[in-house]
């Protein structure tokens, strides 16, 4: 799933993905945009790589715990997932 895009071009051309999370300013702005959305993926022309081994579950936590950047930008965008979730429930709440 798609998601933490810092503006409406990295979602456009993501535009045929199943599914993405986008943020209420960012949907407003989709909205707000007179450009024609057209589809940049496509299911069939898609491939997937060979993995070259295993991750376990153990080696994943120690190369996240020993990539600070990883770490935090996995935090900062769970709190950014949250934020974006009461902003929408606020939203459609409003109706």
Do not use: V, Y
Not at 39 to 53: A, K
Not at 72 to 82: M, V
């Amino acid at each position: 799933m798609g998601a933490s895009f810092r503006n409406i071009h990295e979602i456009q051309l993501l535009a045929g993905c199943d599914r993405l999370t986008i943020s209420p300013a960012l949907m407003q702005e989709l909205a707000n945009t007179d450009a024609t959305l057209e589809r940049q993926l496509h299911p069939h022309q898609t491939t997937q790589e060979d993995p070259s081994g295993e991750l376990s579950q153990e080696i994943f936590r120690w190369e996240m715990n020993e990539d600070a950047m990883a770490t935090e930008k996995l935090a900062e965008g769970i709190r950014n997932f949250a934020a974006d979730q009461r902003k929408l429930e606020t939203l459609l709440s409003q109706g």
